[in-house]
């Protein structure tokens, strides 16, 4: 019999008990990011973000709000399930509902940060939350930056930009890493990935990078030939509920699910344990990780114990020692053959890449893909999206 597709192992499942007859299945909502938000906007601030949550938690059909209780660092929401089996992504509903678009504060735009509680979570007597410093210049610069590009995701002011992962030769396709760029009102791009730091450092990552693995999904159902990389947060490489629906629908298409490949950003030395959880998990699903920043931010140890099955190693100095890189790609082939030397742009770098005998080279973009520049979903339908991708893929068939 076929596993079903919130039953894979290793993924958050569904509370299956139900509640007794009349007593609806309770659990909490923690507003994580409060403290910070008072000491910087003060009570008005911490006021308009949640009740913010909480008229947005009462978006999601199947909850009730119950009562609010404050603590230390955040406020808890009681919520009530309505159904005793609400489905497999209930907790994913009421985070994305929460943590989906910024809130105007004073003119400012913050985001709110958010976890989900089980039912028995101990609570703590009402207090409010802990006193803080005001956060400092970096800290609302973080903010206004996570603001803008939660915005710009949710209203879909995106443009994907792809280039290649090329074999030495130049012959063989490992797959198409994108870029996805920021577009605001004044049609400005802002890379995505510079963003990242800042909206790491604040712990406002995942829903930007549930939408785009969900926007990396719906590519791969249009274009039936295309191996994509999708990039996403060290935060993200993590078993919890932000990961349920997505994974039913891998484990639903696994052919799909064989051309997806997600690049996991550099992940911190603590988290390299849980990290490879995730990705014995997800691949296990047969989506291939690709490591960022081996050598540098994580060593070929913990690159090793992680487990991805592409390692993608820090862009080299084109004037850098031959034979410093030829032995780190070959130290680097003991983890995985899959090793990316990025930088192929860069003509002096590709020619040191293949001089070192890496076997995998990203970039250049095919040429022949300028002549369409981005794909854009300002204004636009994802559908009509993806129909305006394949019209520019049937004008430059061979583009990637």
């Known amino acids: 019999m076929a596993r079903r597709a919130n039953s894979v192992v290793g993924f958050p499942r ?9 007593e609806p299945q309770a659990f909490f909502l923690r507003i994580t990011n409060l403290g910070e938000i008072s000491a910087a906007f003060g009570e008005s601030g911490l006021v308009r973000v949640l009740w913010a949550a909480w008229s947005r938690v009462g978006d999601v059909p199947w909850a009730r709000l119950a009562q609010g209780a404050m603590e230390a660092d955040g406020v808890l929401l009681r919520l009530a399930a309505l159904d005793p089996d609400p489905g497999p992504a209930w907790r994913e509903d009421v985070l994305r509902a929460v943590c989906s678009e910024p809130v105007e504060v004073g003119g400012a735009l913050v985001m709110p940060a958010a976890e989900i509680l089980d039912a028995h979570y101990p609570q703590t007597a009402a207090a409010p939350p802990r006193a803080r410093k005001a956060p400092g210049e970096a800290w609302l610069n973080d903010m206004a930056a996570a603001a803008a590009l939660h915005a710009a995701v949710a209203q879909e002011r995106l443009e994907f930009r792809f280039q290649a992962v090329r074999s030495a030769d130049g012959a063989t396709i490992l797959y198409e890493p994108w870029t996805v760029l920021m577009v605001d009102g004044q049609e400005n791009r802002t890379d995505l990935e510079a963003l990242r730091p800042g909206i790491e450092r604040l712990g406002l990552s995942r829903y930007v990078d549930w939408r785009l693995t969900r926007h990396a999904i719906a590519f791969l159902r249009s274009v039936p030939d295309l191996k994509l990389g999708c990039p996403l947060s060290a935060a993200s490489a993590r078993l919890d509920e932000w990961w349920v629906s997505i994974v039913a629908d891998l484990v639903a298409e696994p052919e799909l699910a064989k051309r997806l490949v997600l690049e996991v950003r550099p992940i911190p030395r603590e988290m390299v344990e849980e990290a490879q959880v995730f990705i014995e998990a997800i691949q296990g699903l047969g989506v291939r990780c690709a490591l960022q920043g081996v050598g540098v ?19 080299p100095s084109p004037e850098g020692p031959a034979e410093t890189l030829r032995a780190f790609v070959g130290a680097a082939q003991t983890v995985t053959p899959n090793v990316i030397v990025p930088g192929g742009a860069d003509r002096a770098v590709a020619a040191r890449a293949r001089a070192a005998g890496a076997p995998w080279i990203e970039g250049p973009p095919d040429p022949r893909r300028d002549a369409r520049a981005a794909v854009r979903s300002a204004g636009t339908s994802l559908e009509g999206l993806y129909a305006r991708w394949l019209a520019v893929r049937s004008d430059h068939p061979q583009a990637g």
């Open 14 to 22: 569904p509370r299956k008990a139900a509640p007794p007859a009349g």
């Open 297 to 315: 931010e994580l060593s070929l140890d913990q690159a090793r114990r992680a487990g991805a099955s592409i390692v993608k190693l820090e862009t």
